[in-house]
Nanobody, 122 residues
Framework: VQLQASGGGLVQAGGSLRLSCVASGRTFSSYFMGWFRQAPGKEREFVAAISWSGSTYYEDSVKGRFTISRDNAKNTVYLQMNSLKPEDTFVYYC?????????????????WGKGTQVTVSS
């Protein structure tokens, strides 16, 4: 089972990026899928999640700027990031879990992907 994230890069403040995460090795249509982010030396923090049916959940600082979506046929989850700020500079990780509970504490995550770096310059 593998989650492969891509789409990170360097962007100026106010710009946009779209992250993608492709899941392989099993079908993830029944899983909650989500994104976390982490700065060096800091704990990983919850960004957004989406249920199999499309219900979405966001951390307060990204509401209105980030949009999570998924394509179950492609086993892929996306994170559209608009109006990016320098404080959005992190390594972003995708994640999957059957239970969406205490994800803000990193609990109940069954699978983690490798990260993709997002750097927002001022």
């Amino acid at each position: 089972v593998q989650l492969q994230a891509s789409g990170g890069g360097l962007v100026q403040a106010g710009g946009s990026l779209r992250l993608s995460c492709v899941a392989s090795g099993r079908t993830f249509s029944s899983y909650f899928m989500g994104w976390f982010r982490q700065a060096p030396g800091k704990e990983r923090e919850f960004v957004a999640a989406i249920s199999w049916s499309g219900s979405t959940y966001y951390e307060d600082s990204v509401k209105g700027r980030f949009t999570i979506s998924r394509d179950n046929a492609k086993n892929t989850v996306y994170l559209q990031m608009n109006s990016l700020k320098p404080e959005d500079t992190f390594v972003y990780y995708c994640a999957a879990g059957l239970v969406f509970m205490n994800w803000d504490r990193g609990a109940n995550i069954d699978y983690w992907g490798k990260g993709t770096q997002v750097t927002v310059s001022s």
